[in-house]
């Protein structure tokens, strides 16, 4: 879910908004935004309005940066000011960071500013929370009893306390009596470490006649450690002696809170490991070192559970943190002192190996990790075996930036996981290349949603054998049946882009969903089309496939019902292919959806049967209409082999539990001939057509043919090119 953020954009450029836009949501933000030019508006939207950070650009015309920051600054308001801007130079950054910028970006990295928000978003929460825990403390303090005294310096350098208050019994564990007859008593109980800094301070205070303000530790009779301040106001007797009048607290518990409000806002709660922020501290730190020290090593190891969510499903949230909190204790356990492990979120951590000889210690500590990590824990009773995926990346001079270091050792932990379970990739630079080109392919993905430069193409879906059933006509194998709706791409300098290159990563950003969208209705306009104007082909079918995002879209049911009515079209001309794996991930949440569309009259087709997770112990349950065999399998047959083998039980299979039957990638007469003789009932494949454009098929409905192959039967579809 999109974290909802609150966005004042100081901009003259709408397009360079746009993309500042574009990436916080890619980042995961929902932006709620304002852009402003110029002062007064700037003002009245600090004034009209809550917001969470402020993003400006560097010049305006008639305004700039530094200007607005003065104004974010004069509203009292700590909005954290991030400065992007494609032409401001290193010496205007900096004056701009030290006049209270709190981060700035350039324009040509602006992937960088989700994770630079992010981190001005902690840092002004910390400050708040530290604010109001200083504000409380404060109330505290002034209800805690003090000693006030009055305290003689005289010239021939003896003290003496002139007056003590009775706080001192609780503060010093001394009556006033003995601290007046004895000033010594009272020093005594200064830490040894801070005696020095202390005579010192007080020394500067007689000498310049300013206020004495200043806080130490003492040790009290009993043994207890206490921190104390003193507030007192120097003057000089007409005879040369210093007498301070003041009060002494004692403010141990305000620098308990002090240092525990330090310590949360440094560490992960649920572990107490340090967080992200502590994190990126070291990092920095470990970075300038290694520009002053030439023989300094250092590596950065990020880890990534595999399979976290699985025991929190199973087990239960509270058996997840307890696996969190012993993973931290895992991890520890094979670092020394220097090193640093960090939980920065989830099932993240990230270890900072310091003052290395090199790589292979790197690569030594985290083979001991993933050793260590075979080792069951115990969680709720049963025995749990939980892997991680490790990217390492050995620090160099080439790195500037705590987040470039986090970001190389993210891209070589995902390498890892995508490789093997269980283990680890050294980060090198082509990874980084491929992610960026990852990142441009999201991009490029997102413009041609808007810049309509997807198609469909229709590939034909023929009855290979026919209606063996009608006494009073030839059976007519070959007839089309209907076409599958497949999306490409029409890229304006790459050219055509087939699926396999762009659909995983619109999985993965949710694209997938608009361009599904998108594939539905005008699929299912095409053939409210083609019925009207091909009424010899009816009843003519239109298959289409659903992602697993689709699945889980609570809207999908109100959509399909929507394009159905706009398209004029009823259900059963539709097929929605779903591919196998998706049907089992929630069994019962799919079986209500599927009884949706069973209601609606669409049809249901299970894709690619017999390549992802065995669902035999569920088809039965199924609503559903076609099993469609897997190109792999058809494409690979042998008569009698093993491929042979898995079509005729899916065949069979399908033919005892009453569900029609699709055979994909027929490209040979010959598996042609298998298929019909094992009783397949519909096809599809190259040796019929390959996948067409919309003047192509509606070409071949034209031409009113029935047909089997390309070359033989339908001379329109000679020389075509493959799509």
């Keep these: 879910m999109s974290e909802t953020l609150n966005v004042l954009i100081v901009e003259d450029s709408e ?21 402003v030019q110029t002062a007064p508006e700037l003002v009245a939207a ?40 494609g032409t401001i130079g290193e010496v205007l950054a900096v004056e701009m960071m030290k006049a209270g910028a709190h981060d700035y970006v350039m324009k ?31 109330t505290l303090a002034s ?22 208050s009775l706080g001192c019994l609780d503060l010093l564990e001394l009556t006033p009596h003995r601290v007046l007859a004895n000033a010594s008593l009272c020093f005594e109980q200064i830490h040894i470490d801070d005696r020095r800094e202390f005579y010192t301070a007080a020394k500067e205070s007689a000498q310049n006649l300013k206020p004495f303000s200043y806080e130490w530790r003492l040790v009290t009779p009993s043994g207890k450690l206490k921190w104390v301040q003193t ?48 994190l990126v501290e070291r990092l920095e730190l470990a970075i300038n070192r290694a520009k002053r020290v030439e023989s300094y090593r250092y590596a950065v190891l990020f880890l990534d559970l595999d399979r976290f969510k699985v025991i929190n499903d199973s087990l239960g949230h509270l058996a997840g943190d307890q696996l969190l909190k012993d993973i931290a204790q895992k991890l520890k356990a094979h670092l020394r002192e220097v090193d640093l492990v960090a939980r920065i979120g989830g099932d993240e951590f990230v ?26 824990l115990i969680l709720n009773d049963a025995e749990v075996v939980i892997s991680t995926s490790i990217g390492i990346v050995l620090g160099t001079n080439d790195y500037c930036q705590a987040s470039d270091l986090l970001r190389d050792a993210d891209i070589a932990m995902y390498r890892a996981k995508a490789q093997e379970r269980s283990s680890y990739k050294i980060f090198d630079v082509k990874m980084h290349t491929q992610a960026v080109n990852r990142l441009t392919l999201e991009t490029d993905i997102r413009k041609a949603l808007e810049r309509e430069e997807f198609a469909i193409y229709y590939q034909p879906i023929i009855d290979l054998l026919g209606d063996a059933d009608n006494k009073q006509s030839q059976p007519q194998a070959g007839r089309l049946i209907g076409f599958e709706a497949l999306v490409r791409w029409q890229h304006p300098t790459r050219g055509f882009v087939l699926p396999r290159e762009f659909m995983a990563i619109a ?14 209705y005008t699929a299912c306009q095409q053939l409210a089309t083609w019925k009207k104007n091909f009424t010899t082909h009816l009843p003519l079918k239109m298959s289409i496939n659903l992602s697993a995002q689709d699945i889980r879209q609570p809207s999908l049911i109100e959509d399909i019902d929507g394009i159905l009515n706009q398209t004029n079209l009823t259900g059963d001309s539709i097929v929605l292919e779903i591919t196998e794996s998706m049907l089992i991930e929630n069994i019962s949440q799919t079986i209500h959806l599927l009884t949706e569309l069973k209601a609606r009259k669409l049809q249901i087709s299970i894709d690619d049967f017999g390549t992802g ?28 082999n093993r491929n042979y083998q898995v079509v005729s039980t899916i065949i069979a299979l399908s033919n005892q539990l009453g569900l029609g039957v699709v055979a994909e990638g027929i490209e040979t007469p010959q598996q042609l001939q298998w298929l019909q003789q094992l009783g397949c009932e519909l096809g599809q494949g190259y040796l019929f057509s390959q996948p067409l454009d919309r003047q192509t098929a509606e070409a071949l409905l034209a031409s009113n043919t029935l047909y089997l192959s390309k070359a033989t039967v339908n001379p329109l579809l000679e020389g075509m090119e493959t799509v």
């Design 15 to 35: 397009a360079d908004a746009v993309l500042v836009l574009s990436e916080l949501r890619r980042g995961g933000f929902n932006p709620i935004w304002q852009r």
């Design 46 to 85: 600090l004034n009209s309005a809550s917001w969470d950070v402020m993003i400006s650009d560097y010049r305006l015309p008639g305004f700039n940066a530094p200007a607005a920051l003065e104004i974010a600054k004069q509203s009292q308001k700590d909005i954290p000011f991030i400065l992007v801007s």
């Design 108 to 138: 040509d990295n602006l992937n960088r500013l989700p994770e630079a928000v992010r981190r001005e978003l902690r840092d002004a929460q910390v400050r708040a929370e530290r604010k109001q825990a200083q504000k409380l403390l404060q």
């Design 143 to 164: 209800n805690i009893p003090g000693m006030i005294y009055s305290f003689v310096y005289h010239c021939d350098g003896s003290t003496v306390f002139e007056y003590i």
């Design 231 to 278: 507030n007192a106001r120097p003057e000089c007797r007409e005879n040369g002696d210093i007498v301070w009048y003041g009060v002494l607290l004692d403010v141990t518990e305000k620098k308990q809170a002090q240092e525990l409000i330090i310590h949360n806002a440094l560490h992960d709660p649920l572990t107490d490991l340090p967080n992200r922020t502590l």
């Design 351 to 376: 270890i900072l190996l310091e003052d290395i000889p090199g790589i292979e210690k790197a690569i030594q500590i985290t083979e001991r990790i993933l050793k260590d990590f075979q080792t069951p």
């Design 507 to 520: 999985e993965e950003t949710g694209l997938i969903v608009q361009i599904d969208r998108w594939m539905l």
């Design 613 to 640: 997770y065995s669902s035999l112990n569920y088809l039965h349950r199924l609503p559903t209409d076609n099993l469609k065999i897997d190109r792999s399998f058809v494409s690979q047959m042998q008569e009698g």
